[in-house]
C-alpha cells in the first residue's frame, strides 16, 4: 500500500464548476499537509498548506485536513479554464526534510 | 537569481553513458531535494541535502546514482552506465522550510 493515495482522474469539469481533488494516507505521523499545481512542461508549484486538521481558504481554494479519517482535500470554487492542470498532495511528518507526493490528478476545466 | 534554476532543460543519451544534471537553487535557501518524475507518475524522492551534508538519500534507486552539493549552493546529479528506465523528469528544489519547496523546472532524459 502507497504511503499517500490519489486518483489520478483525469477529472474533465465545465468552467465555473465546484472541484473537489482528495488524498487518502496511512502514516498518522503526518502533520503538515500541501498542494502543489503543476503545468505541463513545469515544476509543481505550491497552492496551499495547512498544518493539522482544519480548513484553510485563500480566494477560490479550499484545503481541508480531516487527521481522524486521514483524509486531506482541495476545493476549487469558481473553475477556471487555467486552472486546468495536474494537482499533487504532499505529506510530511516535520517541516523539514522530504515530502511524500500523492500520483498527482489531471484536472479539465471546459471553457 | 529569483527561482531554481536546471541545466539542462533537456537530454537525450545513449543507453550506457553518464549524464550529470545541474541544479541551481535559490540563492540562501540550505535545504535542497532531488525528485524523479516519470510518465503518469508522482514525484518519487531521492535525495535531501541540508547545506553539502545529505542526511537523507534513502531514495537514490542505485549505486549508478549519485549526487554532490558544493557551497551550500549548486548540486549535481549523477547517473552513470544510464538505462532505458531512468527515463524520466529530475525535479530540484530548495526551501528554508519544507512547506516552502521551490521547483525548477526539471530535465526531461531520455535514454535511447
Known amino acids: 500500500q502507497k504511503e499517500v493515495e490519489q486518483d489520478p482522474g483525469p477529472l474533465s469539469v465545465p468552467e465555473g464548476a465546484i472541484v473537489s481533488l482528495n488524498c487518502t494516507y496511512s502514516n498518522s505521523a503526518f502533520q503538515y499537509f500541501m498542494w502543489y499545481r503543476q503545468y505541463s512542461r513545469k515544476g509543481p508549484e505550491l497552492l496551499m498548506y495547512t498544518y493539522s486538521s482544519g480548513n484553510k481558504e485563500d480566494g477560490r481554494f479550499t484545503a481541508q485536513v480531516d487527521k481522524s479519517s486521514k483524509y486531506i482535500s482541495l476545493f476549487i470554487r469558481d473553475s477556471q479554464p487555467s486552472d486546468s492542470a495536474t494537482y499533487l498532495c504532499a505529506l510530511t511528518p516535520s517541516n523539514t526534510g522530504k515530502l511524500i507526493f500523492g500520483q498527482g490528478t489531471t484536472l479539465q476545466v471546459k471553457p | 537569481g529569483a527561482g531554481v534554476s536546471q541545466s539542462p532543460s533537456n537530454k537525450v543519451t545513449e543507453k550506457g553513458k553518464d549524464v550529470e544534471l545541474r541544479c541551481d537553487p535559490i540563492s540562501g535557501h540550505t535545504a535542497l531535494y532531488w525528485y524523479r518524475q516519470s510518465l503518469g507518475q508522482g514525484l518519487e524522492f531521492l535525495i535531501y541535502?541540508?547545506?553539502?551534508?545529505?542526511?537523507?538519500k534513502s531514495g537514490l534507486p542505485s549505486d549508478r546514482f549519485s549526487a554532490e552539493r558544493t557551497g551550500g549552493s549548486v548540486s549535481t546529479l549523477t547517473i552513470q552506465r544510464t538505462q532505458q528506465e531512468d527515463s524520466a523528469v529530475y525535479l530540484c528544489?530548495?526551501?528554508?522550510?519544507?512547506?516552502?519547496?521551490?521547483f525548477g523546472s526539471g530535465t526531461r532524459l531520455t535514454v535511447v
Open positions: 528544489a530548495s526551501s528554508q522550510r519544507s512547506y516552502g519547496y521551490t
Open positions: 541535502f541540508q547545506g553539502n551534508s545529505a542526511p537523507d
